[in-house]
Nanobody, 123 residues
Framework: QVEVVESGGDLVQPGGSLRLSCAVSGNRFSPAYMGWYRQRPGNQREWVVSMASGGATNYADSMRGRFAISRDSAEGMNKVYLQMNSLSPDDTAVYYC???????????????WGQGTQVTVSS
């Protein structure tokens, strides 16, 4: 079965940087879309950024310019990264990765979520 695993969460000081990774396995087709979401304490899960298989990216306004999504040169959409810069305590959250994968060529996608990785920004 499809598995999505995030990694890279850590405790970082304000102003610091962190890179998260998301790896997908068990899929027959490469993900059509990959997205990062986060859930800050006391808040609902919110969308951060997404990338389509063609390379197009979209960012939430508050993250544009500080966060960047990229994909692995060898593994393509099966492994993506989230580079986060200029972190502030407001970025403290559990960060989740979502993979949208088709079960058959040209068919609809199904969403697969990881378990999340904790990012804490604090001095």
């Amino acid at each position: 079965q499809v598995e999505v695993v995030e990694s890279g969460g850590d405790l970082v000081q304000p102003g610091g940087s962190l890179r998260l990774s998301c790896a997908v396995s068990g899929n027959r087709f490469s993900p059509a879309y990959m997205g990062w979401y986060r859930q800050r304490p006391g808040n609902q899960r919110e969308w951060v950024v997404s990338m389509a298989s063609g390379g197009a990216t979209n960012y939430a306004d508050s993250m544009r310019g500080r966060f960047a999504i990229s994909r692995d040169s060898a593994e393509g959409m099966n492994k993506v990264y989230l580079q986060m810069n200029s972190l502030s305590p407001d970025d403290t959250a559990v960060y989740y990765c979502k993979a949208a994968i088709r079960q058959r060529s040209g068919g609809p996608t199904s969403d697969y979520w990881g378990q999340g990785t904790q990012v804490t920004v604090s001095s």
